[in-house]
């Protein structure tokens, strides 16, 4: 299972079309005996959603408060950072390049119609979610 990301977590909630599995992300010191001393070890609780119609059926059904991994493919984390982080960035970049020196526009200028591109990109993003909610899909076992 090298190219699976996995988390241990508690079922939340179950409704009609998904289950919400509570995870701890947790940094990678915070499992150091000197995380007391230290205040860099930090951790996080996330709430991750597992569709239903996902579930084996031989598997028994779990119950809120049940332990459980949650799952997902590390190409699946890989494409998530790209859409959030690496396109963002290259627009911004491109976005100010141009405006500056091909454009010729002010510095401020060029950094503001940057940041409404990033607007754009993220509300295109928001329109796509029911998309890519289909292809960013977590099981748990």
């Known amino acids: 299972m090298k190219d699976m990301i996995e988390h241990k977590?508690?079922?939340?909630s179950i409704d009609d079309e998904c289950i919400k599995v509570r995870i701890s992300q947790t940094s990678a010191c915070s499992a150091c005996t000197a995380k007391s001393l230290c205040q860099s070890a930090?951790?996080?609780?996330?709430?991750?959603?597992?569709n239903r119609d996902r579930l084996d059926e031989k598997s028994v059904f779990p119950k809120v408060g049940d332990e459980v991994t949650v799952y997902g493919?590390?190409?699946m984390g890989r494409d998530a950072v790209v859409f959030a982080f690496v396109i963002p960035l290259i627009i911004l970049t491109a976005v100010i390049a141009v405006g500056i020196k091909v454009v010729k526009m002010s510095e401020p200028m060029s950094i503001g119609i940057a940041f409404g591109a990033l607007?754009?990109?993220y509300f295109i993003l928001y329109l796509l979610k029911d998309r890519l909610s289909k292809r960013f899909v977590f099981n748990f076992k």
């Open 73 to 75: 493919s590390t190409t």
């Open 9 to 12: 977590g508690i079922i939340e």
């Open 42 to 50: 930090e951790s996080k609780d996330k709430v991750v959603e597992v």
């Open 119 to 121: 607007a754009v990109w």
